[in-house]
């Protein structure tokens, strides 16, 4: 277990001072991180599904569903203490305020970050344990 944590703290987008705030053990962080390994296709996808739906049509409710994908991630980001729950917390906000233009022009470059945090956490614990 030593050796993975100090993989995890070379990951430079992760605060393992902040994740023992909300995960004190280091099996809860483990779990944590797993999660979001494991869930991470599929909340990208949820995400940009729900970007796409309020592009077509502005009076979609989506807007709704936007925000609350990107506050699910925010709290998995903040949870294992990666920085990039700043950004999420901003496209939250986007979706509350239904800003589309920040919405369109933010979304694939958080995306593109989530997946690459994803990976790099995936090949921090070793490909036996997580699979895409």
């Given at each position: 277990?030593?050796?993975?944590?100090?993989?995890?703290?070379?990951?430079?987008?992760?605060?393992?001072?902040?994740?023992?705030?909300?995960?004190?053990t280091q099996e809860q962080l483990l779990s944590a991180i797993k999660r979001f390994i494991t869930i991470c296709d599929a909340q990208v996808e949820e995400l940009k599904q729900?970007?796409?739906?309020?592009?077509?049509?502005?009076?979609?409710?989506?807007?709704?569903?936007?925000?609350?994908?990107?506050?699910?991630?925010?709290?998995?980001?903040?949870?294992?203490?990666?920085?990039?729950?700043?950004?999420?917390?901003?496209?939250?906000?986007?979706?509350?305020?239904e800003n589309l233009d920040m919405i369109l022009k933010y979304t694939d470059d958080f995306v593109e970050k989530y997946l690459c945090l994803a990976d790099r956490l995936r090949d921090a614990l070793g490909e036996e344990d997580t699979e895409r």
């Open positions: 277990m030593a050796e993975l944590i100090e993989k995890l703290e070379q990951i430079e987008e992760l605060d393992l001072e902040k994740a023992r705030r909300h995960l004190p729900y970007r796409d739906s309020v592009r077509d049509d502005f009076a979609s409710d989506d807007f709704m569903s936007y925000r609350i994908q990107a506050h699910t991630m925010k709290s998995l980001l903040r949870s294992i203490g990666a920085d990039l729950f700043d950004e999420a917390y901003e496209l939250e906000k986007a979706g509350r305020n």
